[in-house]
């Protein structure tokens, strides 16, 4: 369940375990909007919130499948945290560059993605902004 999740996760980091997140999805979790191939979405703030308290660094991958059926794992290199200072700030870079790094493994087999799925349906408010707070973090979407 959602609400064990984050002890669980920071119980693992602190015992030194890999944790796998995923954030290229429209949930219903805190988020803020940024760029995602030329679109605002809709982002989990989480792995960023986990990164800045943790000082756990961020190791984006994605797993490909080949065409003689086998697996490719493609790793790129670590995104430490974000340390400006500014919390709401810095979750915001932290999941602009989380959301940057997905992006370019996308790319690499972009039929692999699962596209299906409604990347972009949350909207940034009408007004202009993105929400409420400067980078339009939201509270998790009822």
């Known amino acids: 369940p959602r609400d064990r999740a984050t002890p669980a996760v920071l119980r693992a980091l602190r015992r030194g375990d ?4 995923l954030i290229d999805q429209d949930t219903r979790v805190q988020g803020t ?3 995602f191939f030329g679109q605002p979405a809709y982002t989990p703030v989480g792995p960023a919130v986990i990164a800045l308290r943790t000082d756990a660094p961020v190791v984006p991958m994605a797993i490909h499948r080949q065409p003689d059926d086998t697996h490719l794992i493609t790793v790129l ?5 974000v340390r400006s ?3 709401d700030e810095d979750m915001h870079e932290a999941t602009r560059r989380y959301t940057g790094a997905i992006e370019r493994l996308i790319r690499q ?5 699962v596209w299906m799925h409604e990347r972009w349906k949350t909207k940034p408010a009408k007004d202009g902004g993105q929400g409420s707070g400067k980078h339009g973090f939201l ?4």
């Not at 890999?18 to 997140?21: N, R, S």
């Not at 290199?77 to 945290?81: C, D, K, N, Q």
């Not at 509270?139 to 009822?142: F, G, L, Q, V």
């Open 18 to 21: 890999v944790v796998g997140l």
């Open 33 to 35: 909007f940024v760029d």
């Open 109 to 113: 087999a972009p039929t692999q993605w």
């Open 85 to 87: 200072g500014r919390w």
């Open 139 to 142: 509270r998790a979407r009822e």
């Open 77 to 81: 290199p670590p995104i430490e945290p």
